[in-house]
């Protein structure tokens, strides 16, 4: 996830780049750049660090133009760094580009054999060096972007300009947003309307395979596939500019709940063949022969990265059969752990700054483990001290409670342990093919999931004014009981306490009364008559229930008229379903009581001291 800029038109584009940036720098914050044509010269200024860096960096220069590209960057390929960072440049033609491209090394490797020299580590200059290639030939910046774009598998919306042609702007959209600002006698490309928003609100919102060709004189829509015309209207937009920046939605938070089915495509692309049953195990830097050798698993992280820890034990264990452990990072460090010879720790964190998840991966390795970090920030500390590296892909996480980082944890943990299964040779290739097809619909099920919005507004306001609230669940979906009750303390304060449904009998029953809300995770599993027996020991106390199941699961009915349902989907992938509901409960709950959803009082997004 990066944020794209362009302006043409008649004011210095340079502040206009530089605000829009600015506006969009929730999409990445790891480098930045722009550039623009003066003198008839394409100029490209770039550094690594955020928008004010960037702004610094061009402060002297006094720069005008009244065109150019901008991108802020959240790196996925290569780390942060000015080389990295975007624009990129081949001769005369500049890229900026947001998404990602599949096929990027075999490309590379074939346009150097052509004598093409690469600069940066990025997917995207193949963009670059594949207009570069055609407009050689002759083409026009279109057509040769057109035959470049032929080439590329994965996701894209990319901005280009070329020194040859300097009144034109293109902007292509495959997969990754990108719209098109109409002014007056100006126009603008941005991933997202609060980029210029200050300057117009009449906008046109791209579509896959549409290509917006803009000059000075207006804008023109190609649909690159079928090499035609497309008749596209503005429409104007009516958010404010807040609003706006939150993609509409009122919370970062619950903007990152929606962006979930992107965010598991993103962190599935490109990584496993459906046909050969098999995941990509490149950027774990560790070949199949030393998979197969492991045969203990440690996994440690803190606070929701240790729920999805908790889950991977339930996915390795039944889909590996090798024991794993499972600590807190704060324990693991300190608890003198005994680390047998072959062991794999795997480290999660979103951040990968987390300080005590970092002390616990040096011990770690200092005692001889293999570390291998699950993490969303590319070049954290954590990427960088591991031997090898699962990059989720959901893109920057503001909100202080964690959702898209955590379901795209777990999507990585499944495809971990689908890789450890072939390696170990306890899943065969009908098996993998089979979970990993369930994989690819995930998506899809994630946004059906999505859909009970409604229904937990309506329970949020029926118990937001509660003090306690209970959590069961068992198996795999115990870990997202923890989950729920940790978001509903972080974000409304309520107190709250995820329990594995069994064990009520020996302690928490005793808290059951007419004021106690409890909330089941009832799948239907091999589980679910003792989970429904649970629900029973809380009803006959007076306890007030909410059931999360699976749609066509009538079982709960007799138990509670409030029950949420989910799509179904296989054992392992549950709990990314069901823990939807549940973050959405806590959100709503915590608007309802007026806290500061996205900045929680104590808390900080990072928790970089002990
Ligand atoms: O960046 P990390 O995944 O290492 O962060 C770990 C925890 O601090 C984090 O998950 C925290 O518990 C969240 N605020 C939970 O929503």
């Known amino acids: 996830m990066c944020g794209i800029i362009g302006y043409i038109g008649k004011r210095n584009a340079i502040p206009v780049l530089i605000h829009g940036l600015k506006r969009l720098e929730y999409r990445g914050y790891d480098s930045a750049g722009i550039s623009f044509l003066k003198d008839s010269k394409i100029g490209v200024r770039r550094c690594s660090g955020k928008i004010k860096d960037l702004e610094t960096l ?135 309307i609060p980029a210029f928003l200050k300057y117009t609100r009449d906008a046109m919102i791209l579509e896959n395979g549409e290509m917006a060709i803009i000059t000075r004189n207006g804008v023109t829509v190609h649909d690159v596939r079928k090499n035609e015309t497309v008749n596209k209207k503005a429409i104007q937009i009516t958010w404010s500019p807040a609003m706006a920046e939150k993609g509409g939605f009122r919370h970062f938070m619950l903007k990152e709940i929606f962006e979930q089915p992107r965010a598991i495509s993103d962190t599935i692309r490109g990584r496993f063949s459906l046909e050969k049953g098999e995941v990509n195990l490149k950027e774990f830097s560790l070949t199949e022969s030393q998979l197969k050798k492991f045969n203990k698993v440690f996994l440690v992280a803190c606070g929701t990265s240790w729920h999805a820890a908790l889950v991977g034990k339930y996915m390795i264990e039944d889909m590996v059969r090798i024991p794993c452990e499972v600590d807190i990072a704060s324990e693991f460090r ?182 106690m809300p409890v909330l089941a995770l009832a799948p239907d599993d091999t589980v679910l008559e003792k989970i429904l027996s649970n629900m029973e020991e809380v009803k006959s106390r007076g306890g007030k229930l909410i059931a999360v199941t699976v749609e066509g699961n009538t079982k709960v009915n007799s138990r509670t008229p409030d029950i949420i349902f989910m799509p179904g989907t296989n054992y392992y992938l549950t709990p990314i379903i069901f823990s939807i509901p549940l973050h959405l409960l806590a959100y709503h709950m915590a608007v309802l009581r007026k806290c500061n959803v996205d900045q929680p009082r104590n808390l900080a997004k990072s928790v970089t001291v002990e």
């Open 334 to 515: 300190y608890r003198k752990p005994i680390i047998p010879e072959h062991c794999l720790m795997i480290v999660i964190t979103q951040s990968g700054e987390t300080a005590d998840t970092l002390a616990a991966q040096r011990e770690a390795r200092r005692l001889g483990a293999r570390v291998m970090t699950i993490c969303n920030v590319v070049g954290s500390t954590s990427a960088r001290e591991a031997d090898g590296i699962f990059y989720t892909h959901s893109g920057p996480e503001i909100g202080v409670a964690s959702t898209k980082a955590f379901t795209t944890q777990l999507t990585a943990l499944y495809l971990f342990s689908i890789a450890l299964a072939k390696a170990k040779g306890t899943r065969n290739l009908k098996e993998r093919q089979g979970l990993l097809n369930e994989l690819l619909q995930l998506p899809e099920k994630v946004e059906k999931a999505l859909y009970c919005h409604d229904a937990v507004k309506r329970m949020a306001k029926k118990y937001y004014d509660v003090r306690d609230f209970l959590y069961l669940g068992r198996g795999i979906n115990y870990p997202i009981a923890l989950e729920g009750a940790l978001k509903l303390k972080e974000i409304s304060y309520i107190h709250a306490e995820g329990y594995p449904a069994g064990e009520m009998k020996h302690g928490p029953i005793a808290l059951i009364d007419n004021n």
């Open 58 to 192: 061009i402060k002297k220069e006094k720069l005008k133009s009244t065109i150019g590209i901008g991108h802020t960057r959240w790196a996925t390929h290569g780390r942060p760094s000015e080389e990295n960072a975007h624009p990129h440049r081949a001769d005369g033609i500049v890229v900026v580009h947001n998404g990602i491209i599949e096929n990027y090394f075999e490309l590379r490797e074939g346009l150097k054999k052509r004598g093409h020299v690469f600069t940066s580590e990025t997917d995207t200059e193949v963009i670059c060096h594949l207009i570069l290639r055609y407009s050689k030939s002759g083409y026009s910046l279109e057509d040769a972007t057109r035959e470049a774009l032929k080439h590329l598998e994965g996701a894209y919306a990319i901005g280009v300009m070329n020194e040859a042609e300097p009144d034109k702007i293109l902007a292509v959209k495959k997969d990754s947003p990108l719209v098109v600002g109409i002014g007056d006698g100006e126009f603008f490309i941005a991933s997202d």
